[in-house]
């Protein structure tokens, strides 16, 4: 069966750090990855996708990058966080051809 | 991919029927009607998906109307741990899946 794997569950860090959250799925191949961000009590806003390595798709401007170095992983990352970076990150991935998106646990990141 | 519009929160009672509508006005040919339920700091799970007509699981019934335009979301006997946050989805699927900002549902005792 397949599993998707998001870490760490919670982050603190502070303003002008680094960012590095990794995303892994188990029992699938070629699928697509997500990466969204939901803020308090907001919607989930699609922050990147992928259909395969080194393809990645940015759907808003913004401080942050993503990077899929294998085909089951998928990396979020940050040079310099800002406090708007603050929020709750999701992976997930759907099957090429499929129509329902896995999701991790998410990452809820406090930016101090 | 569809815009689509749903009510911003509802509230219910346990045992009671719940019908949450979405509205997507302009969906195209090739998309499918999907709802997905997230629980406070959790991922969304997928409920249920529909092309037209009616389609029924173990959780929930999804009502589409002829044209399209529009979609129900049906809970039956909602118990307080059906409290959420709902989101409609219109897309070919499988692909940049976009969320909303979904409907809160509140089920009281």
């Known amino acids: 069966s397949q599993t998707i794997h998001q870490w760490p569950a919670t982050l603190v860090q502070p303003v002008g750090s680094p960012l590095s959250l990794e995303c892994t799925v188990e029992?699938?191949?070629?699928?697509?990855l997500y990466w969204y961000r939901q803020a308090a009590g907001r919607g989930l806003q699609l922050l990147f996708y992928?259909?395969?390595?080194?393809?990645i798709s940015s759907e808003v401007p913004q401080n942050l990058s993503a990077s899929r170095p294998q085909d089951r992983q998928f990396i979020l990352s940050s040079k310099k966080l800002l406090l708007s970076d603050s929020g709750f990150y999701l992976c997930?991935?759907?099957?090429?051809?499929?129509?329902?998106?896995?999701f991790g646990q998410g990452t809820r990141l406090t930016v101090v | 991919l569809a815009k689509t519009t749903q009510p911003i929160s509802m509230d219910s009672y346990e045992g009671q029927e719940v019908n949450i509508t979405c509205s997507h006005n302009?969906?195209?040919?090739?998309?499918?009607i999907t709802w997905y339920q997230q629980f406070p700091s959790q991922g969304p799970r997928f409920i249920i998906q529909?092309?037209?007509t009616k389609v029924t699981n173990e959780v929930a019934s999804l009502f589409i109307p002829a044209d399209r335009k529009s979609s129900t979301l049906s809970l039956p006997r909602v118990s307080l741990s059906d409290t959420a946050v709902y989101y409609c989805l219109v897309g070919p699927g499988g692909f940049k899946t976009i969320f909303g900002a979904g409907t809160r549902l509140f089920v009281k005792a």
């Open positions: 029992g699938t191949s070629n699928p697509n």
């Open positions: 997930a991935w759907s099957d090429r051809e499929g129509d329902e998106a896995f």
């Open positions: 529909g092309y037209k």
């Open positions: 302009n969906i195209a040919t090739n998309d499918y």
């Open positions: 992928s259909v395969g390595i080194g393809q």
